[in-house]
């Protein structure tokens, strides 16, 4: 079984910092790698903040800041990977992005090397048959904020190996601590095929003007003791990912309840994409 101890993150977004985060925090030597080099370097100075924010909450102690910032490295290019036990992609939710990308890693990574997707719902098979070693192409799906969030959905397609499977796994709860839990290879695996619809039905509800936005998060937060209302958590999601997400779901299973609300379509046309916007169901 591969070990794996040097890992690359690509994307420099919520997700991809938080998931370099984790690795580095788990003892992983990590490079993370972002082409925009502006949001590069917002990612070295969030992952940063919320090292000191651990350390002041008494969470890590200094000397565990400065482990983790020792074993992480940010890049603009893909040409470091070169000696990679592990690559996650955490860019965007584009079907042709992810296939390019896993093309290029394809070329410049190693053959022992393991290439894994956080993608919430694009198929892993997609991904696997733009390279050549499909038996190493895997779903690592974290949740948002990957270095906080205890679970992890570890998706095998129908070209996934068994030791590809179980290094993912074992890396995920040895080297991150995570709650593993397996699932095949079809949209929405298992928490998104479940939490998308009940997102989506809380914005038909507030588009037929039945209750607020408060109200309804309010009502799940109080009735459900849910951490956050659906409007909420939509607004952390994105909702130009949620939508995405959506989009690839209604394709896939051609079923109504995944069909993406006229409200949702038109804030994201009007780019109110939630907290990474400063608006979206709420101001920020």
């Given amino acids: 079984m591969t070990e794996i101890k040097r890992v690359a993150v690509i994307g420099a977004g919520t997700m991809g910092s938080g998931i370099a985060e984790a690795c580095a925090k788990g003892g992983a030597e990590t490079i993370v790698v972002e082409l925009n080099a502006?949001?590069?370097?917002r990612s070295e100075a969030n992952i940063t903040g919320s090292l000191d924010k651990a350390v002041a909450r008494g969470k890590a102690t200094e000397a565990d800041r400065e482990g983790t910032l020792s074993r992480m490295r940010f890049s603009t290019s893909i040409d470091d990977l070169a000696d990679r036990d592990l690559v996650i992609e955490a860019i965007i939710e584009s079907e042709p992005a992810k296939v390019s990308l896993f093309q290029s890693l394809d070329r410049i990574t190693p053959p022992s090397c393991i290439l894994a997707t956080n993608t919430s719902s694009i198929p892993i098979i997609n991904l696997a048959t733009a390279t050549s070693r499909g038996d190493k192409v895997v779903g690592i799906h974290f949740f948002n904020p990957a270095q906080v969030q205890p679970l992890v959905e570890v998706v095998r397609a129908l070209t996934t190996s068994d030791s590809t499977v179980s290094a993912a796994a074992d890396f995920c709860t040895a080297t991150l601590g995570k709650k593993v839990i397996h699932c095949g290879d079809r949209a929405g695996f298992i928490v998104n095929r479940l939490l998308v619809p009940?997102?989506?039905?809380?914005?038909?509800?507030?588009?037929?003007?039945?209750?607020?936005?408060?109200?309804?998060?309010?009502?799940m937060k109080g009735g459900c003791a849910h951490p956050m209302g659906p409007l909420e958590l939509s607004d952390l999601v994105g909702l130009d990912t949620l939508k995405a997400v959506a989009d690839v779901l209604h394709e896939?299973?051609?079923e109504p309840h995944y069909a993406a609300p006229p409200l949702l379509k038109r804030l994201v046309a009007a780019r109110r994409l939630g907290r990474k916007t400063k608006a979206g169901f709420y101001d920020y």
């Avoid at 502006?38 to 370097?41: G, P, Q, S, Y």
């Avoid at 009940?198 to 408060?214: F, K």
């Fill in 198 to 219: 009940y997102l989506l039905s809380a914005i038909r509800m507030l588009d037929s003007g039945l209750a607020t936005a408060r109200d309804i998060d309010d009502g």
């Fill in 252 to 254: 896939e299973w051609n």
């Fill in 38 to 41: 502006d949001v590069l370097a």
